[in-house]
């Protein structure tokens, strides 16, 4: 599985992005997707997660204003950030957990700033 994250940027607080991590390789053997973020300084944090039937977690502190989901193809998942808060910035990260190998596959980082 290969993943590729896009989608960060600048963006006043308040303001909104949509990440895009988007799978190819062996999809269907994914079971769960997920959105973690390394601020400055800190260790990597899970932001949302995804699974293959639909189920959705989201971390405490972004739940209301991101919403996490797939397309139809189960290729591509996205992480709609509303209302965001300096606090969100961070570089953001997706993986992918497979059914069939049981390892997890990472897509290269995308960065989101929000300035005050």
């Known amino acids: 599985v290969q993943l590729q994250a896009s989608g960060g940027g600048l963006v006043q607080a308040g303001g909104s992005l949509r990440l895009s991590c988007a799978a190819s390789?062996?999809?269907?053997?994914?079971?769960?997707m997920q959105w973690f973020r390394q601020a400055p300084g800190k260790g990597r944090e899970l932001v949302a997660g995804?699974?293959?039937?639909?189920?959705?977690n989201y971390a405490d502190s972004v739940k209301g204003r991101f919403s996490i989901s797939r397309d139809g193809a189960k290729s591509t998942m996205y992480l709609q950030m509303n209302s965001l808060k300096p606090e969100d910035t961070a570089v953001y990260y997706c993986?992918?957990?497979?059914?069939?190998?049981?390892?997890?596959?990472w897509g290269q980082g995308t960065l989101v700033t929000v300035s005050s």
């Open positions: 993986n992918a957990e497979s059914g069939s190998t049981f390892l997890t596959y």
């Open positions: 390789g062996s999809i269907l053997s994914i079971v769960r």
């Open positions: 995804v699974t293959r039937d639909g189920s959705t």
